[in-house]
């Protein structure tokens, strides 16, 4: 029993997102700007929320589980003032689900105050943290961002620069940071950048987030993306950038753009609606099937259900309504509940679907617990064959870098063929996006992490020796 992630538990999830922003005018206060930034970023953490602000005397900061609006009411939110500040949404499975683990961690110590938030996981986190303990630094959380925090607190009397490079060349993983330290907003992202953070622009001040939605949201500008292995330092006098590593590699998650970013984001020039109209567009290329309708599953599936019906002539229509109100922490009593949740969140219109031969769309099969119930609420509404397209290759692999995947043995594309997941989801026929298709939909440069779908790595993972190494795809 416990929270059923929205679509009947079948989805990955992202871990995080991380929101920053800094005034070079002191009088401002940009909480509330923080508060309406984390808002957008909320698709990308349900469990807890927080925000740490300096005013030029003290830090200080907030943070509880739940959403976003639930936790910071006005009061709360009052408490919080400041020209610099530092927010975070989190859903995790990298240390459990406490308020321990909200964030962004807060250090003090004689030099200062320093706040992270982290998007992403850390693959030596566990080797880094007993480092820590045997030199006498305490955690209070199982969080391996707080290994984060404290690994840029022991450095800090090298001055900031040095303490976060000495950091940040110390820790492997993925990593998409906006720290606030007493006079500064730094924002940094991995090699590979594979989490993505992008900077933006207020009118007297500098903003940091996940995706460039929440700059949008705040009436910001945005600048660029911050580049793999880059760090960003804004203070009141400037905006400093330097490059930590030279062995840069981008790599950003694909999965980024399948499903978890907004589809009003742009990641690294690619706009993620585009490149899902583009999706839907490949996969009628690559498996076109007679039907007289296309529908998506939303939200996702929608833009590539437009491209799927422009590139095939096959009309498209609205199918499937989401319930607004079911959230990801939606609670499922039991199994068998948890399973019937799909027709909770997702329903069918009758009258569009019956007696057609039916395309549906969805972004991606995890464990096939959502496409086996949709497949039967479209039968059960008239549909005479039902088709499922799928705009991302087979999930087969786990995720090492910030997303919760189920275990391997429970990703229905891990041991089954094509045709064996159609039968047990009950479809007529289903056909993935391959694996080149994705990358042309991405922008046929390459530069992405495919690891989920290819057990191909960017970079070595705990306990798989897989880099390199390729499921046959
Ligand atoms: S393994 Fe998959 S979900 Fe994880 S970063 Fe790579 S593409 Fe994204």
Same mark, same amino acid.
């Given at each position: 029993?416990?929270?059923?992630?929205?679509?009947?538990?079948?989805?990955?999830?992202?871990?995080?997102?991380?929101?920053?922003?800094?005034?070079?005018?002191?009088?401002?206060?940009?909480?509330?700007?923080?508060?309406?930034?984390?808002?957008?970023?909320?698709?990308?953490?349900?469990?807890?929320?927080?925000?740490?602000?300096?005013?030029?005397?003290?830090?200080?900061?907030?943070?509880?589980?739940?959403?976003?609006?639930?936790?910071?009411?006005?009061?709360?939110?009052?408490?919080?003032?400041?020209?610099? +500040?530092?927010? %975070?949404?989190?859903?995790?499975?990298?240390?459990?689900? #406490?308020?321990?683990?909200?964030?962004?961690?807060? #250090?003090?110590?004689?030099?200062?105050?320093?706040?992270?938030?982290?998007?992403?996981?850390?693959?030596?986190?566990?080797?880094?943290?007993?480092? =820590?303990?045997?030199?006498?630094?305490? @955690?209070?959380?199982?969080?391996?961002?707080?290994?984060?925090?404290?690994?840029? +607190?022991?450095?800090?009397?090298?001055?900031?620069?040095?303490?976060?490079?000495?950091?940040?060349?110390?820790?492997?993983?993925?990593?998409?940071?906006?720290?606030?330290?007493?006079?500064?907003?730094?924002?940094?992202?991995?090699?590979?950048?594979?989490?993505?953070?992008?900077?933006?622009?207020?009118?007297?001040?500098?903003?940091?987030?996940?995706?460039?939605? +929440?700059?949008?949201?705040?009436?910001?500008?945005?600048?660029?993306?911050?580049?793999?292995?880059?760090?960003?330092?804004?203070?009141?006098?400037?905006?400093?950038?330097?490059?930590? #590593?030279?062995?840069? /590699?981008?790599?950003?998650?694909?999965?980024?753009?399948?499903?978890?970013? /907004?589809?009003?984001?742009?990641?690294?020039?690619?706009?993620?609606?585009?490149? &899902?109209?583009?999706?839907?567009?490949?996969?009628?290329?690559?498996?076109?099937?007679?039907?007289? =309708?296309?529908?998506?599953?939303?939200?996702?599936?929608?833009?590539?259900?437009?491209?799927?019906?422009?590139?095939?002539?096959? *009309?498209?229509?609205?199918?499937?309504?989401?319930?607004?109100?079911?959230?990801?922490? @939606?609670?499922?009593?039991?199994?068998?509940?948890?399973?019937?949740?799909?027709?909770?969140?997702?329903?069918?219109? %009758?009258?569009?679907?019956?007696?057609?031969?039916?395309?549906?769309?969805?972004? #991606?099969?995890?464990?096939?617990?959502?496409?086996?119930?949709?497949?039967?609420?479209?039968?059960?509404?008239?549909? &005479?064959?039902?088709?499922?397209?799928?705009?991302?290759?087979?999930? &087969?692999?786990?995720?090492? @870098?910030?997303?919760?995947?189920?275990?391997?043995?429970?990703?229905?594309?891990?041991?089954?063929?094509?045709?064996?997941?159609?039968?047990?989801?009950?479809?007529?026929?289903?056909?993935?996006?391959?694996?080149?298709?994705?990358?042309?939909? =991405?922008?046929?440069?390459?530069?992405?992490? =495919?690891?989920? @779908?290819?057990?191909?790595? *960017?970079?070595?993972?705990?306990?798989?020796?897989?880099?390199?190494?390729?499921?046959?795809?």
């Amino acid at each position: 029993m416990g929270p059923i992630p929205g679509d009947g538990d079948d989805k990955l999830y992202e871990e995080c997102g991380v929101f920053g922003i800094f005034s070079q005018n002191t009088q401002r206060d940009v909480v509330p700007l923080v508060y309406y930034g984390l808002f957008s970023l909320q698709h990308r953490g349900q469990e807890s929320a927080g925000i740490a602000a300096i005013n030029g005397e003290a830090m200080d900061s907030r943070k509880g589980m739940g959403l976003v609006g639930e936790f910071f009411t006005p009061d709360v939110l009052g408490q919080l003032k400041g020209y610099g +500040a530092v927010g %975070h949404v989190r859903y995790s499975t990298a240390g459990s689900s #406490s308020i321990e683990n909200a964030q962004p961690f807060v #250090s003090r110590f004689k030099l200062g105050s320093i706040a992270v938030a982290h998007n992403g996981t850390l693959t030596n986190a566990d080797v880094v943290r007993e480092l =820590l303990e045997d030199a006498g630094v305490g @955690f209070i959380s199982s969080s391996d961002s707080e290994v984060i925090v404290n690994l840029i +607190a022991k450095n800090y009397r090298k001055g900031l620069e040095k303490a976060l490079t000495d950091t940040i060349q110390f820790i492997k993983g993925s990593y998409a940071l906006v720290v606030l330290t007493d006079n500064a907003l730094v924002g940094a992202r991995d090699p590979n950048g594979i989490r993505p953070l992008c900077l933006g622009k207020t009118e007297d001040g500098w903003i940091l987030a996940s995706e460039s939605c +929440a700059i949008d949201a705040v009436g910001g500008e945005f600048v660029r993306d911050v580049e793999p292995g880059e760090v960003v330092i804004i203070t009141k006098e400037q905006v400093l950038s330097f490059s930590f #590593s030279e062995k840069t /590699r981008r790599a950003v998650c694909s999965f980024e753009y399948v499903y978890f970013a /907004r589809p009003d984001s742009v990641i690294d020039g690619v706009d993620v609606y585009e490149s &899902r109209i583009r999706a839907g567009e490949i996969l009628g290329r690559e498996s076109a099937v007679a039907a007289d =309708l296309v529908i998506g599953v939303p939200d996702s599936g929608v833009p590539a259900a437009i491209g799927y019906g422009r590139a095939t002539g096959t *009309p498209y229509g609205l199918g499937i309504v989401k319930s607004k109100y079911v959230g990801r922490t @939606f609670i499922a009593p039991d199994q068998s509940l948890r399973e019937r949740a799909v027709s909770v969140k997702h329903n069918v219109i %009758h009258s569009e679907i019956k007696g057609k031969r039916v395309v549906v769309i969805d972004d #991606s099969i995890v464990r096939g617990t959502t496409s086996r119930r949709l497949v039967a609420i479209l039968r059960k509404a008239g549909a &005479r064959e039902v088709h499922i397209r799928v705009c991302s290759p087979p999930v &087969r692999c786990p995720c090492y @870098f910030g997303i919760d995947t189920p275990h391997r043995k429970d990703l229905i594309s891990n041991g089954n063929s094509v045709s064996e997941l159609c039968e047990a989801i009950g479809a007529d026929s289903l056909a993935f996006i391959s694996v080149e298709g994705l990358l042309e939909a =991405l922008d046929g440069m390459g530069g992405y992490c =495919l690891g989920c @779908f290819t057990g191909e790595y *960017p970079m070595p993972v705990p306990g798989e020796d897989r880099e390199g190494m390729s499921d046959g795809l």
